[in-house]
């Protein structure tokens, strides 16, 4: 029906209701009554603060300085994004109300809504979009997974107030849902200019929740934006959230985390431990939220820098004595998902035929080292050249989904076919790890939208990019490269997905990683808590959230 037969018949439509209220018995008017008291009933209440239990301590509240998925956690809530992906993977606007692609891919032209504030009271603008991504690829900035999901950015013009074009050095399949990811959230400029390097502990977005304070290793504490309206389309609630206040509490100890819930001191909490999800389960005053991540799954990289590891045969003596299995059925006792290649099932591209692929044979291991000159002593350990065969294994602290317990298994493995691991638990993972490279193995994880997130991590990199930050792994594959700058840029999903289907191949077939779980992110809540989402990525989203009075 036409607009203006609708607007003809609206005169009719509300005559005919009045008269049908005039004519209402007592009876009816009772059941209109009832109705709606239910539905009110139904309604989320306002106010009430949220406790929200984190397992470990963010590294800052600044997007594009953060490296951790725990800090995501708390400042989603403070930051928004241009775009949102959708739970079909479809890209839809948020703080972008449309936009068009040139013809070859390398500038996007965004049209910005023209009613957001940030909680500092600066305008949102073109302005603000630009100052946000250039504030990113500054060096400066010091930014660190931001830099990554923003290539291959290259500057932005700003048209007018609410329109921006960005142009690209290359066309890039991944741009639109990279800029769907928090840490590419925008940031008010005159918040960041005011703080510099102290602005990831006084960060100001345009969010639903604004930051209130942070106190070390204890709590982040924000606050509702009651001027919040233009939630994403993954949320039902557009405008300002129903909770007054989220006190995020950092409680890295499992059991005392999962059992604050029990015990009503906090609300929520993230990360429940597998020997805690069946008796949750069956808790009648606790519910159990759960959904998978996607992006990179836990792996172990092998420093390819370092001899041995820097042969295939070293490598794949390892993946074959490592009883992948074993650690995820003992340490997980189910919960969690054994991984099989560089990326998580549900993402796209995934080469589900991996799967089973990796078999355990102690046997091919022990013959694999004996090729490359590596030798049996007394005490059953293995040495070339009068050297020990021994294998660095690095892991952070606190001891985060038990990684700490997997270097003490794979310590234990190894140990069948003459290998001593040396296990270094330390904070200093961005010195160790990052900057001096100085181990054999060592475990990271990404939580990702696009298969395009294999490039950070597996494409060879300039001796000046080593310099600043040395890539995982530190491997490097000519035809690897090729089919990672492919997959960029190709717009045919059949050939596109082919390209990372080849990368995953290789780099199992190369030994590069070994491959351990897939992260199913679960938070354990009191039953009075409703409203907790998540989106396409498995981050909390809290526009909903409300609390049962």
Known sequence: MKLKQWKNLLPISLAFLLLLS??????????????????????????????????????????????????VRAFRTIFDSLVVQAPDNTIKPWLATEWTVSDDGKTYTFKL??????????????????YSFDRIIDPKTQAKNAVALLKPYQSSEVVDDYTIKINLTTPSTAFLSNLSQAMLGIVSPTASEKYGDQFGKNPVGTGPYKFVSW???????????????????????????????????????????????????????????????????????????????IG?????????????????????AVQLAVDVDAIVKTLYLDTYSRAWSPLSPGIFGYDKSLENGSKLDVKKANQLLD?????????????????????????????????NDIAVMVQQQLKKIGVKVEINITKDIASIVQQKADYDLYGNSQVNS????????????????????????GGSDTEIDQWLEAGTVETDLAKREEY???????????AWILP?????????????????????????????ANIKQ
């Open 22 to 71: 005039g004519c209402a018995s007592s009876t009816g008017t009772k059941n209109n009554s009832q109705e709606a008291n239910a539905k009110d009933a139904t309604q989320p209440q306002s106010g009430g603060e949220l406790t929200y239990a984190l397992a470990t301590s963010p590294d800052s509240l600044d997007p594009a300085r953060s490296g951790l998925a725990v800090a």
């Open 113 to 130: 809504r023209k009613d957001v504030k940030f909680q500092d009271g600066t305008p949102f603008n073109a302005e603000a979009v630009k």
């Open 296 to 316: 990179l799954p836990y792996t172990l990289f092998f420093n390819q820098r370092r001899a041995p590891w820097n042969d295939v045969k070293a490598r794949k």
């Open 450 to 473: 696009d298969p395009n997130a294999l490039r950070a991590f597996y494409h060879s990199t300039t001796p000046e990019q080593e310099a600043t930050v040395k890539r995982l792994g």
């Open 371 to 403: 090729e490359i000159g590596y030798v049996k002593g007394a005490d059953g350990l293995r040495e070339k050249d009068g050297k020990k065969l021994t294998l660095t294994y690095v892991d952070g602290t606190p001891n985060r989904e038990k990684r």
């Open 215 to 293: 106190t070390d290793n204890a709590d982040i504490v924000v606050a509702k934006n009651k001027d919040y309206h233009w939630g994403p389309s993954i949320v039902e609630n557009k405008d300002a959230p129903y909770l007054d206040k989220i006190t995020f509490k950092i409680i890295p100890e499992e059991a005392t985390r999962i059992g604050s819930v029990q015990s009503g001191q906090v609300l929520a909490a993230e990360t429940v431990p597998p020997q805690n999800i069946l008796s949750l389960k069956n808790d009648p005053n606790t519910q159990l939220l759960r959904v998978n991540t």
């Open 500 to 510: 990372y289907k080849k990368v995953q191949q290789k780099i199992i077939d190369q």
């Open 516 to 544: 351990i779980y897939v992260f199913p992110y679960t938070v354990a809540a009191s039953k009075n808590v409703n409203g907790i989402k998540f989106d396409s990525l498995g981050y909390p989203l809290f526009n909903d």
